[in-house]
């Protein structure tokens, strides 16, 4: 199975796939959740491309629409406005009432200053040198039918009914003609404005649906990109934890035949009577208690990890004194440190705290860190167990730190990130022939991470690792509890 | 029958003598007279329209134009006679202080006058002094009268005998309108 899976890894290791599938595997080791983000980021931009899209061509419209409303409207406007002025003054040849006659030839004239003013702004208003031409023509002509219609009012004014006829229909009647010309060609002219406008916002429509379509059709392939990432990451993730628990069985199955053998080689010894004396008996068992510890440390680490795994093992936190805990330890791994030939070196600064853990949980954390130190620190048998206070950070109070200290092969910066990864093993530990599972140090990360604490690790290839226990300083109300309960603390030391 | 005739000559010679020397009295300054009876007056002045080149006119001239003796401004124009309503106290102070006539007197004058022929139009008559500002403005040959209170830039004041209204000596003035 392990083949057929290195053969699929090394057949795909060609081309742009396997730099996709390194990008994956690393996004997978931070969940599809990042994948998620860059998707609803890549979509939010996208929306909002297309909400300001809509609202241009909205407002475009709105626009073009206002723009033609108004238009309509000061033409009406100004076609009204010039009857008004004509109507106002033949109205004044209907009655010979002064008082009558001069209000309408005020009509007459307040018509007329609105159609000047209306003809200003269209003049002002005017693009394109046909609608100045035009503007010019209307302003002329509606001067010019002013001149007549002021002579028209003077001879009704004056009472001189048939003059003022004759003059209307002599001067006045064509030159409002003229005007009545000019304005119909305004309302041309700006019909063919409109409908540009409106050929332009017909085009600008069409536009922003392509722009719809293809921005939903980059959505889609987006997302289809996404989901094909998130599957393949998923499958990628899969593909390696297979991997990594098919190492982890082959390891731990080397693990356990290596105690195995050398207990069967002994078993068969002595059922053979090859083994024959009072020393030499002793010198069986004590092989035999060995490897069976070995063995039985291995399955202890084991269950341990799967406990941890699946949330079962709940620490129960409570103040422990430092002191105990290093002596406890250092008691502990007495036999290892001793039989590896190591030497412990004990430093406890005086006075520190009560620390918040649990006893079982602190033990074993160190357990693991100082059976890795063991494991690792080549010819150089010195191991210091330092304890000591120091500030958490700048801004926060302090902890207890607990280090192990080992001048062995240390760790490479590239791997620094990979070593509390469960069934994680260096390649160079590998090549080295040095035997683990690659659940120690992960082990211990969950742990103190239980217990509200964290491990730290400072290493320098060649020169030595630094692996430290962070915990938190019990405070007043935990010391509280452990009055009420304080033997049972005790006794779980 | 001499007698008759004798006293209905006195009776003719009474209800005519005494309106000329009403109107003779008027010579008088308006303004004399009201102060004499302590009351306030506004000037009086006569307007024309802003294209008329007249700006000066003589008392004499002013009564022919009023009478409607003068029918036409010196370019050619027609001249149009603008008045208020004979009830208006300036009407009945341009007709005692310019044509020297009392209401009826003006109007016998100038039925007379349209009947014979000598007067060509009759006046235009305004209820208001804004219906007159705006009839002088929209006729070129108009010309009538206001108080100096009631003028603005669309038409023009005419000296009277080189007199402006706030000249000293300036004829036509009338009750101010607190004084009525």
Not at chain 1, 117 to 132: C, F, L, M, N, Q
Not at chain 1, 327 to 348: H, M, N, P, W, Y
Not at chain 2, 90 to 98: A, G, H, M, Q, S
Request: hydrophobic share 40%; proline share 3%.
């Amino acid at each position: 199975m392990t083949r057929q899976l290195k053969f699929a890894f090394n057949r795909r290791q060609r081309g742009l796939v396997p730099f996709l599938d390194r990008v994956l595997t690393a996004a997978s080791r931070h969940n599809a959740a990042f994948l998620l983000f860059l998707v609803c980021c890549g979509v939010a931009v996208i929306g909002a491309f297309v909400i300001r899209d809509l609202q241009a061509a909205n407002a475009e419209a709105l626009r073009t629409y206002s723009s033609i409303a108004r238009g309509l409207q000061q033409i009406g406007e100004l076609q009204y406005e010039a009857q008004e002025t004509r109507r106002a003054t033949l109205y004044a040849l209907t009655t010979s009432d002064s008082n009558l006659q001069v209000e309408y030839a005020d009509q007459s004239r307040n018509a007329d200053q609105l159609v000047k003013d209306g003809i200003a702004e269209y003049g002002s208003h005017a693009k394109r040198h046909e609608e100045t031409e035009l503007a010019d023509c209307l302003s002329r002509d509606w001067t010019s039918y002013l001149g007549v219609r002021d002579e028209v009012l003077s001879s009704i004014l004056e009472g001189s009914t048939k003059e003022a006829v004759s003059l209307d229909l002599s001067g006045g009647v064509p030159a409002f003609e003229r005007v009545r010309k000019d304005l119909n060609e305004v309302k041309r002219l700006y019909g063919e404005d409109a409908g540009r406008s409106q050929a332009n916002l017909v085009v600008s429509a069409r536009r922003s649906s392509w722009k719809l379509v293809a921005i939903h059709s980059f959505t889609l392939l987006l997302s289809g990109a996404a989901i094909w990432a998130i599957q393949r990451s998923r499958m990628l993730s899969a593909i390696q934890l297979a991997k990594l628990q098919m190492e982890f069985v082959a390891s731990v199955s080397h693990e356990l035949r290596t105690p195995l053998a050398v207990l069967n080689s002994a078993a068969d010894n002595i059922a053979d009577g090859l083994v024959v004396g009072k020393s030499a008996m002793k010198k069986y068992g004590t092989i035999l208690q060995h490897q069976s510890r070995s063995m039985g440390h291995l399955v202890d680490e084991i269950l341990l990890f799967a406990s941890t795994e699946d949330g079962t093992n709940k620490y129960v936190l409570q103040p422990l004194e430092v002191t105990r805990i290093v002596d406890s330890i250092v008691l502990e791994t007495a036999g290892l440190v001793a039989g590896a030939g190591f030497v412990l070196d004990r430093q406890i600064e005086p006075d520190l705290p009560l620390v918040l853990g649990d006893a079982s949980g602190t033990s074993q954390c160190l357990h693991n860190l100082i059976s890795n130190a063991v494991k690792y620190s080549l010819d150089h048998r010195r191991i210091a167990l330092r304890a000591f206070s120091a500030p958490v950070d700048y801004w926060s109070g302090r902890e207890v730190r607990i280090s192990v200290i080992d001048r062995g092969i240390g760790i490479d910066s590239s791997e620094i990130e990979h070593i509390f990864d469960p069934f994680y093993r260096s390649p160079r530990v590998n090549a080295a022939q040095i035997h683990g599972t690659g659940l120690g140090l992960s082990l211990a990360k969950r742990i103190a991470e239980s217990m509200g604490g964290r491990v730290s690790v400072s290493s320098e290839l060649s020169v030595g690792s630094t692996f430290t226990l962070h915990l938190q300083i019990a405070k007043g109300d935990q010391m509280q509890m452990v009055a009420t309960s304080g033997l049972s603390a005790s006794s779980s030391l | 029958m001499l007698r008759r005739l004798t006293a209905i000559l006195i009776i003719v010679a009474l209800a005519v003598w005494p309106q000329p020397e009403a109107a003779g009295s008027s010579a008088r300054s308006s303004s004399a007279a009201a102060a004499e009876q302590g009351t306030a007056t506004v000037p009086l002045v006569i307007v024309v329209n802003r294209s008329n080149p007249v700006n000066e006119l003589s008392q004499a001239e002013l009564r022919k134009i009023f009478l409607g003796s003068r029918s036409h401004w010196a370019n050619g124009r027609r001249i149009t006679l603008v008045m208020r309503d004979p009830s208006d106290l300036e009407r009945k102070t341009i007709l005692r202080d310019v044509c020297g006539m009392n209401e009826d007197q003006f109007k016998n004058h100038f039925l007379h006058g349209l009947f014979t022929g000598e007067i060509l139009v009759s006046p235009k008559i305004l209820s208001t002094p804004a219906g007159v500002r705006k009839f002088i403005f929209n006729v070129p040959g108009a010309i009538g009268y206001l108080r100096i209170s009631d003028l603005d830039d669309s038409i023009k004041v005419v000296r009277i005998d080189e007199l402006l209204p706030e000249d000293k000596g300036y004829k036509l003035h009338v009750l101010s309108q607190a004084g009525n």
